[in-house]
């Protein structure tokens, strides 16, 4: 069926191509980065290889739930970009194809073991490390002093002045607890959730949302990936970005190829050149402060500094499947969303 | 039609529909054109030979797809009750037969042959592998469906159903066709997901694990902890309905019965809100009334105290779901209220009524369509509601968001999301039962086409003064709302660099000239057309749809008349995020294939909008006296004629209503949009929220801005096409006097 979609899709693509010589390969590009990261992708691929690039943005949980529900029948041919957790899943639910990049050996290790425990379904294109951001008119406002580690969130002074999103519906907050539970054990990071229950404002639907609201001074302190607090303070909110000092997890965006692409051979075009260094220095362009998987691309000089953070050994692996996922959740929802606040 | 059963002629719309079927069959291509509806390409491009663009006729000749080919004995059938008398029952039976079968067998091979041969293992054990595919329905086979469908109702109207109205029961045959296939086809998919097990098994304990959970029925708020999500949606929905009904009748009463200066700059304040894209004005109360808010900071300034997180959770979306939606409780009362014939309110006072008397004794209890009609819209919007709650609720968790998340989210559960869609959809059909219960079988009826002159009393005193200030004190706060809006959208940092700037309106809606022409150089311009393109197709189709089906429900009767209204709330009382997920399940794959392209947008908003123009019809129709119908039909017009002639005009109002909310909602919606929007069709909604999502909310603000302007200038462009409101012969009194 995939090899009659493709010889059919192929066969109607040479038909309209004798018809009219103008006609151009085509893409359909599913992004799920920020719009102007999207779009700059979308267009520089275009003018790199003249094939015409289809883009949607939407954010990865939105297209992992469109790729399911267009399993029979797929539409689109990449998917780009995003937190690696989405594109797991879609791997260990065979939504996406097997491709190994000539491209790999340019890679830093963690991207390479992103690809290999999804059996090479997948493929890191950027990291970011957790932390959280603060906003400094609402610290000082209010006399609380600048914390720097995740213990210090428990102190009972940052009562009703921590926001963070809910695990059930946000993957970074799902990064949260799983990198809790890896710093500091199982029972330990349990403890460290429930202390932090109680001075969390509010747990939000989102991932991104926490710090926004730090921005525009709606909450104090936000959990959030590094890189969005740095891009709040870029755009001109009074936020400071903190690495907690205990050490933290990541996350790695990600890279697949939906299975039955109709484009397939574009698709792996495209997969390649994302991996390389021309299309990763992209990011500098558009405040994206992730860091590039590819090791000759460059980081921008307002990201925070991967080399002063200390990074933990996160087991993607492990942490990454369903069945660990639907355990520590409902973990959390039982010993510490009920919990008083 | 006696006219017609008396001579030996053949009904020209029999005729019309047996050439539309074989011209459908013989003439245009069966399947999908992968290019668009549109593109004509395929003109010049092999047709009719080339397997991708033939007819079924040209398939069948080449041997191929040949499954097609019963239906030609359908096609050829009708031609046998040519020149017939209707009352012989051979011609009903012909036509029975042959739409029935042509129908049934389109159908049956559309489900059974895909993209993968057949679809079933059972048909491939039956019948082996097919060895051949076939993709979604095109033209072709479109027009040969609708040919067959009202092929069958022609031969039931000549068996005698509905008095042989041959265009009233095409009409019930059409709508029920499309609203099972756009409404009830695509809902029963995805709620199918909730006895589904994670290994793809059916089971009922699923449902049930998943139904009786403590995060949907917990009680917690009675002492101090958190309330289930449902509970939550309940009791919101029951306080937005009861505030948007109560201050839509208070805005119609001021703009129909006071002697208030400024109506006409309240009606058009009222309906701001509704135009309005989602997000904004949860973003403009944040910014009066949050921690940081301009409000807050002014009032602990003022007094000392510490300012508060109040406005997340129950207050903030109440706030704002009644801002957002007391316009169409307004626009739902405003047409009732006129409705309300003058005569009825003299002769109560000519029996010595006093003016509360008469209000509280004759006008208000036939303003009760209204009222019911407002509150279930209310109830429905406010449990449907995605953006508000998502912007403002705190820990107030609500069915809609609840069921975007699980599917979006990190739990990617879709059998919870149907589990939950489940309960959402008990709540809106019981709020829908209540209100024909209270309603009842009384008669609401006030046009009667025979004396009717005079003008509506004003309020009387008592009344007045709270009713103006009430909607005064509420237009304040709108005013107030949109100011900042406005304001947020020429600041460079909204809340942060308050220095003032156009640059996003540059940076969306640049015009550059080239050697071309005119140059669309914002980034803004390409959504912007989709939208008001989409917007403009669907509104008509939406009032149209609506209206024939207000009208069958009101002046028809027909077995499963309850059923087929439940069939029409349905689509509005679900979230569009699950309308978004459950179209893509069903549209993405043969027979209707539409995914990625502009029609699926349409069509979502056709039937998700429907329902207001459904209500507005009902409300207003169920005021028109029957005898108007009926003193229209003795006089020999036909019931197609009865409609257009005497109801339609009468109809106004509601055409109106219908039209602006259906132009507007399409512009405006967003859940089930993020689903459905592709490259080629991306919505200005999908756009604004990547901008949000970015931090760029100047850009999102000065877009909203420009939209909401837009969509000023159509509402005050359809209020001029479809003309001024003119019910009976008093409103020529009441216009006169105010100009």
């Known amino acids: 069926m995939k090899k009659l979609t493709a010889t059919f899709a192929g066969s109607l693509i040479a038909l309209s191509a004798s018809v009219s010589a103008s006609y151009a390969d085509k893409l359909t590009f599913y992004c799920s980065a920020q719009e102007e990261w999207c779009q700059l992708m979308a267009r520089s691929f275009e003018e790199a290889t003249g094939i015409d690039v289809n883009m949607t943005r939407k954010s990865s949980g939105e297209t992992f739930a469109q790729l399911r529900a267009e399993e029979a029948n797929p539409k689109g041919d990449v998917w780009w970009g995003g937190t690696g957790d989405p594109h797991l899943q879609a791997a260990e639910e065979g939504l996406t194809e097997e491709y190994l990049s000539p491209m790999r050996d340019q890679l830093h290790d963690w991207a390479i073991s992103q690809a290999e425990s999804a059996g090479n379904r997948t493929i890191g294109i950027y990291s970011g490390a957790l932390g959280y951001g603060y906003n400094t008119d609402l610290l000082a406002a209010n006399d609380l002093p600048e914390p720097a580690c995740w213990k210090d969130l428990l102190k009972p002074e940052y009562k009703g002045h921590v926001q963070m999103a809910n695990p059930n519906s946000s993957g970074t907050a799902y990064t949260t607890l799983a990198s809790m539970v890896q710093i500091f054990g199982e029972d330990e990071g349990f403890e460290f959730m429930k202390g932090l229950h109680k001075n969390i404002n509010q747990y939000t639907k989102s991932g991104s949302a926490p710090i926004k609201a730090a921005g525009r001074g709606e909450t104090t302190i936000g959990i959030v990936f590094m890189h969005d607090a740095v891009a709040q303070a870029v755009a001109g909110f009074p936020v400071k970005v903190v690495a907690p000092c205990e050490g933290t997890g990541y996350e790695i965006g990600s890279m697949s190829i939906v299975k039955g692409a109709r484009n397939m051979d574009e698709a792996k075009q495209f997969y390649d050149w994302a991996l390389s260094v021309e299309a990763q220095n992209l990011a500098l362009e558009v405040n994206a402060f992730q860091v590039p998987s590819n090791t000759g691309a460059q980081t921008s000089d307002k990201a925070p500094d991967m080399s002063t953070i200390k990074l933990i050994d996160y087991d993607f692996k492990t942490y990454g499947s369903s069945d660990e996922r639907k355990r520590l959740l409902q973990k959390w929802d039982e010993e510490v969303s009920t919990l008083p606040q | ?739």
């Open chain 2, 1 to 739: 039609m006696r006219t017609d059963t008396t001579k030996k002629t053949t009904h020209p719309v029999l005729i019309f529909w047996i050439i539309a079927g074989w011209v459908g069959f013989c003439l245009l291509p069966w399947y999908m054109v992968e290019d668009g509806l549109w593109s004509f390409g395929w003109l010049l491009d092999g047709y009719p030979f080339d397997t991708d663009y033939a007819p079924a006729a040209f398939l069948i000749a080449k041997g191929e797809k040949l499954w097609l080919a019963p239906l030609l004995i359908a096609l050829a059938l009708p031609l046998l009750a040519l020149g017939r008398r209707k009352s012989d029952p051979v011609y009903a039976r012909v036509l029975i037969l042959a739409g029935a079968l042509g129908f049934g067998w389109l159908i049956a091979q559309g489900f059974g042959i895909g993209l993968r041969g057949f679809a079933y293992d059972w048909l491939n054990a039956l019948f082996g592998e097919l060895g051949d595919r076939q993709f979604g329905m095109g033209y072709g086979a479109m027009i040969c469906a609708s040919a067959f469908l009202f092929l069958l109702t022609q031969g039931i109207a000549a068996r005698g159903a509905i008095n042989g109205d041959v265009f009233v029961v095409g009409a019930i045959g059409g709508i029920i066709t499309i609203v099972t296939a756009f409404v009830f086809f695509p809902i029963a998919k995805m709620l199918f997901a909730a006895f589904i097990t994670e290994d793809g098994a059916y089971s009922i304990a699923v449902f049930f694990a998943k139904f009786f959970d403590n995060r949907l029925w917990g009680l917690g708020c009675l002492w101090g902890a958190r309330c289930g999500a449902a509970w939550n949606s309940l009791f919101l929905a029951i306080a937005v309905a009861f505030l948007t009904t109560l201050l839509g009748l208070a805005f119609a009463l001021v703009v129909t019965r006071s002697g208030f200066r400024y109506k006409r700059a309240l009606r058009a304040l009222t309906v701001l809100p509704i135009i309005t894209p989602p997000f904004v004005i949860g973003l403009a109360l944040i910014l009066l009334f949050g921690l940081s808010g301009s409000v807050t900071q002014f009032v602990s300034d003022l007094f000392g105290v510490q300012p508060t997180r109040w406005l997340y959770g129950m207050p903030g979306v109440l706030i704002a779901q009644t801002l957002a939606f007391t316009p169409i409780a307004f626009l739902v009362l405003i047409g009732v209220v006129e409705g309300v014939s003058p005569s009825m309110e003299e002769a109560a006072q000519t029996l010595r009524a006093n003016k509360w008397q008469t209000f509280r004794t004759v006008s208000l209890p036939l303003m009760r369509p209204g009222l019911a009609n407002a509150f279930l819209l209310g109830f429905i919007e406010s449990m449907a509601d995605f953006g508000n709650p998502l912007v403002l609720g705190g820990n107030f968790d609500v069915l809609s968001t609840e069921i975007f998340f699980a599917i979006v989210g990190a739990q990617y559960d879709q059998g919870r999301a149907a589990v939950l869609a489940m309960v959402l959809l008990f709540f809106t059909l019981s709020a829908f039962y209540a209100q024909r219960a209270w309603l009842g079988k009384k008669s609401y009826t006030t046009v009667t086409g025979k004396g009717d002159a005079g003008v509506h009393p004003l309020m009387p005193n008592g009344l007045a003064i709270p009713v103006i200030g009430v909607a005064f004190g509420w237009a304040l706060f709108t005013i107030i709302v949109y100011a900042m809006i406005l304001y947020g959208s020429v600041v460079e940092l909204w809340g942060v660099d308050n220095s003032l700037t156009l640059k996003h309106y540059v940076t969306a809606f640049a015009i550059g000239m080239n050697e071309h022409g005119i140059h669309w150089a914002g980034s803004a311009w390409d959504s912007f057309w989709t939208t008001i393109m989409i917007a403009a197709i669907a509104a008509p189709l939406t009032a149209a749809v609506g209206l024939i089906a207000a009208y069958l429900l009101t002046r028809q009767s027909f077995a499963g008349k309850d059923a087929f209204e439940f069939g029409t709330m349905l689509s509005f009382a679900i979230p569009g995020t699950v309308i978004g997920v459950s179209y893509i399940l069903a549209f993405n794959v043969p027979p209707i294939e539409i995914t990625g392209t502009g029609v699926i947008l349409v069509i979502s908003f056709v039937f998700r909008n429907m329902p207001v123009g459904v209500r507005a019809g009902i409300a207003s129709m169920s005021q028109l006296d029957r005898s108007l119908d009926e003193s229209s039909l003795t006089l020999g017009a036909n019931s197609w004629q009865t409609f257009r002639r005497v109801i339609l005009p009468l109809l106004r109002p509601a055409i109106l209503a219908a039209l602006v909310y259906s132009f507007v909602r399409a512009m405006t919606a967003i859940s089930a949009v993020i689903f459905l929007v592709s490259a080629e069709y991306d919505m200005a909604t999908s756009y604004i929220i990547g901008r949000v999502e970015n931090n760029d909310y100047g850009l999102a603000i000065a877009y909203s801005t420009t939209l909401i302007f837009v969509m000023l200038a159509a509402v005050g462009l359809l209020q001029l096409l479809v003309g001024r409101v003119k019910i009976g012969r008093r409103t020529q009194h009441a216009t006169e006097k105010a100009q």
